[in-house]
């Protein structure tokens, strides 16, 4: 999986771009834990992302929890098969899906 | 190895030897060359000197005369008692004038021949002729008469009765025409046995000098090269048999050239070898601790899940099988079956996020917890609300779980669930299975405030119900392709009349055979439950 950084002040862009799963969910965990300390608006783009299993979701869930404490959170360009995801788990729930 | 440093030492030796040998054969070759020339060059000087002497007592203007009358005269007579007396004074061989024939230069007429009598030969008389003149002398007689100088090369013969060099002078008239040559003949003596001294002096002093050298030499090797190089060949095949530390250091760790840091350089490779050795050990011990504690882990996990097929032999009303496998020693799935009362049966199907340790942990708690909590007649929704709230109590590591929970009423086939994150279950109405779109509420142990509501269905005699875990849907083959919803319907469809004992390993096959040799990342986890018939 590849992340693409994009750090604009208190603004963290994060592109993903591949499969996150149990293999890469670590990347991701290590990237948003250095990353995302005085970020207010964090966005996650999707649109390469291929998969996503319970262990990207987990990940999500922690970003999602910091999030709610120091700002927002927003997932974009979410394709069918993770909105599928995202709403058999759930996860649409709480998540913000622009 | 021992052998080997013999060898060495042999080759070493060895071409020393040679090496003084070859330089003591060439020292001795040119001194002896130098000797021999500088000897040669003395006596010829010599024979010069008294040829010299020799042309002042002749009357050059005479001699045509002599050899053209065929006469000599008193003259004549006096010069050769001169001469045989110089030659015996002079130690001479011969002294003799001749008159060389210089169309070819190989024909001599003798005027004068004073011949020693120590020799033993007898003089040539005047006018003798010899046509016999050695060819390798023409070209220094040719030299002689046409500039009236000295031979160009030494004339020198080696025969049986000694060594002798030869002087030869023309002899020129008052008008400074050479009329005849002068030559003096001097034995070289002193020369065989000079030589023969010096040289036997030059061997033994050099194999004396090689004996001394070869020794300190050899001490020296022995000393600086063989003993410390057996020293560390010795400790490296110590430590290649026993692999303990060394008892003392080395004493070649104080030669001063390169064998020195060699011997440092052993020492401090075993010393590291041995750390490593120990470290790895230890590691090694601790891994199969952990190795064995982990199938221990793998085996309560295993014993935690109904794994007793038929579980519930006196059962008529229904069928039930269940079957896990983790892709690590220890899944995060899990699934279970138990009876709430006597007519209530609950199913359990769940997934904790992540792997390993951690996620079987989680498990166990989680499976626990809902079972304790599934009393008869409590509202499934409650049931999740509460095991939720305690899930997230403490869950540092941030790990939830997708669970779906199902009761049967046997009695009346009424269907009552409740689903935290999970797939969607198939059912199987009329012989075919269809996934049963059903309202997802949030993950278990995600928020606590997540409220879940329960869902119910009704299920007739003959209906059954499949329910399985990611690993199942999103088994991956090679290409990177899920096996998918599509593909599980379809083979679940295929086999739609086999019992749940036979429908699970059916699907487990077809996973399989859609796999391939692609590596197995996500526990594959399958329930079915078939309700055969209404409890009376």
């Known amino acids: 999986m590849t992340i693409t950084k994009n750090q604009n002040g208190t603004h963290l862009d994060l592109a993903l771009e591949g499969r996150l799963d149990t293999t890469t969910a670590p990347q991701l965990e290590a990237e948003l834990k250095q990353s995302v300390g005085g970020v207010t608006e964090l966005t996650l783009d999707f649109s390469q992302l291929e998969y996503l299993s319970s262990a990207g979701l987990r990940v999500l869930l922690s970003a999602q929890k910091v999030m709610n404490r120091q700002g927002s959170m927003v997932i974009k360009n979410v394709n069918e098969t993770i909105m599928e995801i995202f709403e058999v788990t759930g996860f649409a729930d709480i998540l913000t899906i622009a | 190895m021992k052998k080997k440093n013999r060898r060495l030492a042999v080759v070493m030796v060895a071409s020393i030897v040679a090496v003084i040998v070859i330089l003591s054969v060439i020292v001795a070759a040119t001194g002896y060359q130098q000797f021999t020339h500088v000897l040669e060059r003395q006596y010829n000087d010599t024979a010069y000197e008294v040829a010299e002497t020799a042309l002042t007592y002749l009357d050059p203007d005479k001699l045509e005369g002599y050899l053209q009358s065929g006469q000599t005269d008193e003259e004549y007579d006096a010069i050769l008692a001169r001469l045989d007396e110089l030659v015996v004074s002079s130690n001479c061989n011969f002294i003799y004038v001749a008159k060389i024939d210089e169309t070819d230069y190989m024909t001599t007429t003798y005027i004068y021949d004073s011949v020693n009598p120590a020799t033993g030969f007898s003089r040539y008389e005047f006018g003798y002729v010899s046509r016999d003149t050695d060819p390798k002398y023409v070209d220094d007689l040719k030299h002689i008469l046409t500039t009236g100088g000295r031979a160009e090369k030494y004339l020198y013969s080696y025969t049986e009765s000694g060594a002798h060099t030869t002087a030869g002078l023309a002899v020129q008239d008052s008008t400074g025409k050479v009329v005849a040559v002068i030559g003096v003949e001097k034995s070289m003596t002193v020369l065989y046995g000079a030589r023969s001294t010096y040289v036997r002096w030059v061997v033994s002093i050099a194999a004396a000098m090689v004996a001394l050298t070869l020794l300190a030499y050899l001490l020296w090797l022995n000393r600086m090269v063989i003993r410390p190089i057996a020293e560390i060949t010795g400790e490296a095949k ?25 011997a440092s350089s052993i020492l401090k490779m075993e010393a590291e070898i041995k750390q490593y050795i120990d470290n790895l050990t230890a590691v090694t011990a601790e891994k199969e601790r952990i190795g064995a504690e982990l199938d221990i882990a793998t085996h309560i996990q295993a014993s935690m899940l109904p794994c007793i097929f038929p579980p519930f032999p006196d059962r008529s009303e229904f069928d039930i099988y269940a079957s896990m496998n983790p892709a690590k020693e220890v899944g995060g ?37 809902i079972k304790d909590h599934t009393t008869p007649g409590r509202d499934l929704g409650e049931v999740f609300m509460e095991v939720n709230k305690l899930l997230c109590e403490g869950n540092g590591e941030e790990l939830f779980i997708t669970a779906f929970e199902g009761v049967l009423d046997l009695k009346t086939g009424q269907f009552n669930f409740v689903n935290a994150g999970h797939e969607m279950p198939f059912i199987r109405r009329q012989g075919r299975y269809t996934p049963e779109k059903i309202r997802a509420g949030f993950v278990l142990a995600g928020m606590d405030m997540t409220r879940y509501r329960m869902g119910s269905l009704q299920m007739e005699p003959g209906d059954a119900i499949f329910q399985y875990t990611d690993g199942v849907t999103e088994a991956t083959n090679a290409n990177n392709e899920l096996y998918g919803m599509e593909r599980l319907e379809a083979v679940l469809n295929k086999n739609a009349a086999a019992a749940p004992d036979k429908l699970l390993p059916a699907v487990k096959a077809d996973i399989d055979a859609f796999v391939g040799d692609a590596p197995q990342f996500d526990d594959i986890t399958m329930l079915s439950l078939e309700y055969k018939e209404k409890m009376k």
Do not use: Q
Not at chain 2, 238 to 256: H, I, M, Q, Y
Not at chain 2, 342 to 353: K, Y
């Open chain 2, 238 to 262: 110590r430590f290649a048999n026993d692999g303990e530390n060394p008892v003392a250091s080395l004493r070649a760790t104080e030669n001063r050239y390169e064998i020195g840091v060699l």
């Open chain 2, 333 to 369: 799935d899990f699934y279970d079956f138990f009876m709430v009362d006597e007519s209530h049966l609950a199913i359990v199907m769940a997934d904790v996020s992540g792997k390993g340790v951690p996620a079987a942990l989680f498990m166990v708690i989680g499976k626990t917890l």
